[in-house]
C-alpha cells in the first residue's frame, strides 16, 4: 500500500513518525514523507529516500517572534498578556504564524498523496491534511503526542463530559476563526465546497484513526472514557545513535553517574547563563552535569571538568546511566526518562510542556517548574527533591508500566495498515 505521511514541527514531532513510517517501509509499503525543510536531512539520515520539504523551516518559527514576544498562542500568565499589546495586533500576528506557507503546503500535500491508500498526519497542520484528504478521497489518521482531543481526564478539576466538550469545541472554533481564511482559500482551490464545521469536527466525524502516542500510565482512565476509539500505543522513537555515543559513555564510566541536561528544540536567551548555573548548581551538590545543547549555541563557552557539553545524545543509551534528567518537557524526553527508570525534573518553556511535568509530579517520580522562573536556588531545591532516595525508586517502579518503543511503533503500524485497507 502507499502512504503520504506529513508531519510538521520539531524533531520531537517528526522522529515517532518516522520511525513509524520505517516500519511500513519494512514491512513491504511505498511510503512517500513530508516534513519541515530543516528536518529533511535528518529523516533522510534515518533511512527514509522519499522526502520532501513541507511548510516553514520549523526551527525558525520556534527562534521567531511567537517566542521573542507573547502572543494570544503562547501567553502564560497575567504578566505575559500585559506585553502583548494592541489585541488585533496580537490575532493578526497569530494568524500570520499559524497560516505562513499553507497554500504551497497544501500543493505539496496534494501531489504527494496521489494515490496514497492512507494520509498520516499529526496535529500541527491537520486542517490542510483533512481537506486533502477529503478532496482526493482518501482516508486519513492522525498520530497525537498528548490527548488533544476533549476528555475529563487531563484537567485539574473533574467535570461532565458533556461540559468539557463544550469547551473543547469552543477552543476549536476559536482557532479555525484565526485560520479561517487560510482554509476556505484552500478548499477554493481544491474545488470543495465551503465547510459549516470546524475542522476537528469534521475530522472526528469523517472516523479517521487518531492514534495517541504515549503512554496509558500518564493519563489513568484516559483510555476507558474514549473506550478503544483512540488507542493508547505508547511513545515511538528511532533510537538513533549518534556520533558522540562512545565518547559520552566512556566520560560517565569515568566517575559518578551525572545528571542530564537538555533541552531539545526549545532556544534558550543565554545558554552561557545556563551553563554557569547548571555548572553552580552541580557543584554545590556534588553532582557531574552532562549538557546536551540541542539547537541552543554552546559553542565557545568553557565548562568546568565536572560538566560535559555535547550536541546531541542517544535518550535510549544514555539515560539509563544517569541520576537524574532534566529537560522541557517534550512528550518524547518525557517518555524517554521515565522508560529508564530514573527521576524527572521538567523546566518547561511552552505548548503542552506544562501537562508532562504535571504528570511527572503526579506520578512521584520528579516535580516541575517553568523554566523562565528557574533560579540557581530554585533549581538547587528542585533537584536536591528528585534525587530523593524514594523518588528514584518510584521511578523504577513507574519504567516497568512503560511499553517499549519496538511495540509502540509495531502497534501503529498495524492499525496504520487496518485502516488502509478499511478505506480502499
Known amino acids: 500500500m502507499k502512504f503520504a505521511v506529513t508531519i510538521h514541527g520539531t524533531r520531537g514531532d517528526v522522529e515517532p513518525c518516522a520511525a513509524l513510517a520505517l516500519e511500513l517501509a519494512r514491512r513491504g509499503h511505498q511510503i512517500t514523507m513530508a516534513v519541515p525543510p530543516n528536518l529533511v536531512p535528518f529523516v533522510r539520515s534515518a533511512g527514509l529516500p522519499h522526502i520532501v520539504a513541507y511548510g516553514p523551516d520549523s526551527q525558525q518559527q520556534l527562534q521567531g517572534d511567537v517566542f521573542e514576544r507573547p502572543d494570544a498562542l503562547t501567553a502564560a500568565s497575567p504578566s505575559d498578556w500585559l506585553k502583548l499589546g494592541n489585541p488585533l495586533d496580537a490575532v493578526r500576528r497569530a494568524r500570520a504564524a499559524a497560516t505562513r506557507g499553507w497554500a504551497e503546503m497544501s500543493t505539496t500535500l496534494a501531489a504527494l498523496a496521489d494515490g496514497a491508500d492512507l494520509i498520516v498526519t499529526g496535529t500541527a497542520y491537520q486542517e490542510i491534511a483533512a481537506n486533502v484528504a477529503e478532496s482526493q478521497r482518501i482516508p486519513i489518521a492522525e498520530v497525537h503526542y498528548f490527548p488533544v482531543r476533549a476528555n475529563t481526564v487531563v484537567l485539574p478539576v473533574r467535570l461532565p463530559l458533556p461540559v468539557v466538550a463544550r469547551g473543547y469545541a469552543v477552543g476549536e472554533w476559536l482557532y479555525w476563526r484565526l485560520v479561517r481564511p487560510a482554509e476556505a482559500e484552500q478548499r477554493r482551490a481544491l ?57 559520552v559513555a566512556s566520560w560517565i564510566a569515568d566517575g559518578t553517574p551525572p545528571i542530564y541536561f537538555g533541552f531539545g528544540s526549545m532556544p534558550l536567551d543565554s545558554p552561557v547563563e545556563a551553563v554557569r548555573m547548571i555548572s553552580e548548581v552541580s557543584a554545590e551538590l556534588g553532582e557531574r552535569a552532562l549538557v546536551c545543547a540541542g539547537f541552543s549555541e554552546f559553542d565557545g563557552i568553557d565548562a568546568p571538568a565536572h560538566v560535559k557539553l555535547v550536541a546531541s545524545v542517544n535518550h535510549a543509551a544514555v539515560f539509563p546511566a544517569c541520576r537524574a534528567v532534566v529537560h522541557h518537557g517534550g512528550a518524547g524526553t518525557t517518555a524517554a526518562g521515565i522508560r529508564a527508570g530514573v527521576p524527572t525534573l521538567v523546566l518547561w518553556v511552552a505548548a503542552e510542556q506544562p501537562l508532562w511535568g504535571k504528570q511527572v509530579h503526579r506520578l512521584g517520580i520528579g ?13 538547587l531545591a528542585d533537584l536536591r527533591t528528585v534525587l530523593a532516595a524514594e523518588v528514584a525508586g518510584r521511578a523504577r517502579q513507574v519504567s516497568a508500566t512503560m511499553q517499549s518503543p519496538t511495540a509502540s511503533v509495531s502497534a501503529a503500524a498495524d492499525l496504520l495498515e487496518t485502516a488502509a485497507r478499511k478505506g480502499r
Not at 191 to 197: E, I, T, V
Open 191 to 247: 474545488g470543495l465546497p465551503a465547510a459549516k464545521s470546524r475542522p476537528v469536527a469534521r475530522i472526528v466525524d469523517s472516523g479517521a484513526l487518531e492514534i495517541q502516542a504515549y503512554d496509558p500510565v500518564f493519563f489513568p482512565g484516559l483510555a476507558e472514557e474514549w473506550d478503544g476509539r483512540r488507542p493508547l500505543i505508547g511513545s515511538m522513537t528511532l533510537q538513533l545513535p549518534t556520533a558522540v555515543d562512545e565518547e
Open 367 to 379: 516535580t516541575v517548574r517553568r523554566f523562565s522562573a528557574t533560579t540557581k536556588e530554585s533549581l
